[in-house]
């Protein structure tokens, strides 16, 4: 794959896109992007400061209540989700430059991820016919009822570093659909596709005002959280944040959706064949290099089998090849940034400070001398109890936890403040679908990991509120109305 610097998508970097057009920023304070591989500038964008994200979010409002956008048909703003898919798909490519260097993703990933993303665009375009934005009911007074579910309003999308296109993607686009107008927060770390989806918004005549695109740190994030002109905040991020988020909308009793942190467990049970269970927990946390919330970082496993995994896992980390997101050999990139390497060695540290046995990884490979890179990283005989399975590390580092029996697995996997995701490793499905009912978790798997935003997305307890992905991820951008007639309307009496 060809890798250059000079990104056509990049070229209004300096600038926000506010309104449906590129306008100048409120002072000359920028963002440097460092590349992840090679610690080199990639590229800068402008940094908002209060008065541009007072901008913007007037822009927004101004689109929702004046604009045409939440007066158009579910299907006239299906054919903008649809161009919007189409042009997401043409820059694949460019994400898969801009994605790697960013957060350390392989690019053959970033490249093969755009189009389901465009997909999905695609996916929530096909629900303007098939989704119940209106039911007839009947109500216990009045001769005619309806239940019509109306867009929220402005939305406020503050999205992560990881995996920014596909957060773009589940925020956005039933947003739009539904008829919410959106200002777009991306965050410092990852603006890339934030300007790509610009681009693209200005490509396809989506109206003004309707996304409005900025980069922001903390401080100016919280006043897209706290503006009353902002009907709702949808969020991913860390369970921190979202903790901070909740409390300032809960201030103003605003809407909000947090796709929060997790501490997943495998369940490994006693007939599961732990050479392909090893294969598939190594390989998945080599993905974004571990950065991922519903990663399966605690594997509990009986007493009797858990040297034989640890094993089994050690073997498969062992021969991973970490390197250059572009360089086709690579099978783990780097993190995302200096401050989180140096958060992934503490957790490292901690864990054999309190006692659990690393077994491989746990320090930057020898050969890379530049990049922020670490080795995927095995530890056993692990305590539940234990800061290394209790905190996110939000990094390459599995944590074997041994069990009793079954039951004491399934404690033992509950046994946290998340529930984002969980899988069974089992032979019997009948069993995994048991199990699957006994664990506190958003997603659970079967022998894999396995997560799915074409069906649902989010998590129990302090892994969030709500759900994306899917017809569910339309509910938190509607607001449900109940009408009461003393007869039908003529849509329905032509019926």
């Given at each position: ?287 974004l290099s571990g950065q991922v919330c519903s990663s399966l970082t605690r594997v509990v496993v009986t007493r009797a089998r858990h040297d034989e995994l640890v094993d089994a896992l050690a073997a498969q980390f062992a021969s991973v090849i970490v390197g250059s997101p572009f360089d086709p050999q690579s099978q783990m990139g780097p993190l995302a940034a200096s401050r989180h390497r140096d958060r992934v060695e503490s957790h490292i540290a901690t864990g054999i400070a309190e006692g659990a046995q690393l077994v ?136």
């Open positions: 794959m060809t890798v250059t610097t000079q990104l056509p998508s990049l070229r209004n970097s300096g600038r926000f896109f506010i309104g449906g057009e590129w306008v100048e920023p409120s002072s000359s304070s920028m963002i440097e992007v460092i590349d992840s591989g090679t610690e080199e500038p990639f590229f800068q964008v402008a940094e908002a400061q209060a008065a541009d994200m007072d901008r913007a979010v007037g822009a927004a409002r101004a689109a929702f209540d004046h604009g045409p956008w939440p007066r158009l048909s579910h299907a006239e703003r299906a054919e903008y989700l649809r161009a919007f898919g189409d042009r997401l798909r043409e820059r694949a490519d460019e994400i898969a430059e801009i994605w790697p260097r960013e957060s350390g993703i392989l690019a053959p990933h970033a490249r093969g991820s755009v189009p389901k993303s465009a997909n999905a665009w695609n996916f929530y375009a096909d629900l303007a016919t098939s989704y119940a934005f209106e039911d007839v009911v009947k109500p216990s007074a009045g001769a005619f009822g309806l239940l019509v579910r109306e867009p929220v309003g402005v939305v406020g999308a503050i999205i992560p570093w990881n995996s920014a296109i596909t957060m773009i993607t589940y925020k956005v686009a039933p947003a739009l659909l539904a008829g919410c107008t959106v200002v777009l927060k991306c965050s410092p770390e990852a603006p890339g596709e934030g300007y790509v989806c610009a681009e693209i918004a200005r490509e396809i005549g989506l109206p003004p005002g309707v996304l409005n695109v900025v980069t922001a740190d903390r401080a100016v994030s919280e006043l897209l959280v706290t503006d009353p002109r902002v009907d709702k905040i949808t969020f991913t991020g860390s369970t921190a944040a979202g903790r901070r988020i909740a409390s300032l909308c809960g201030d103003r009793i605003a809407r909000c959706t947090l796709e929060l942190g997790g501490k997943s467990a495998a369940v490994v049970l006693d007939d599961a064949d732990l050479s392909a269970a090893a294969k598939a927990l190594a390989m998945a946390e080599c993905i491989v990884g746990g320090k930057r490979p020898p050969h890379l001398d530049r990049g922020w890179f670490v080795e995927p990283t095995l530890f056993s005989h692990v305590d539940n109890r234990a800061s290394l399975a209790r905190e996110e590390t939000f990094g390459p580092v599995l944590s074997v936890i041994p069990a009793g029996d079954e039951a004491e697995a399934v404690r033992i996997a509950n046994d946290t403040v998340y529930g984002l995701n969980a899988s069974v490793f089992t032979a019997d499905v009948d069993r995994a679908r048991a199990v699957a009912g006994e664990l506190r978790a958003g997603t659970v798997g079967h022998n894999a990991f396995r997560t799915d935003f074409g069906m649902a997305f989010g998590g129990f307890k302090q892994s969030g509120i709500g759900r994306e992905g899917g017809t569910e991820g339309v509910l938190p951008f509607l607001e449900t109305k109940s009408v009461i007639l003393d007869g039908p309307p003529a849509r329905y009496r032509a019926e």
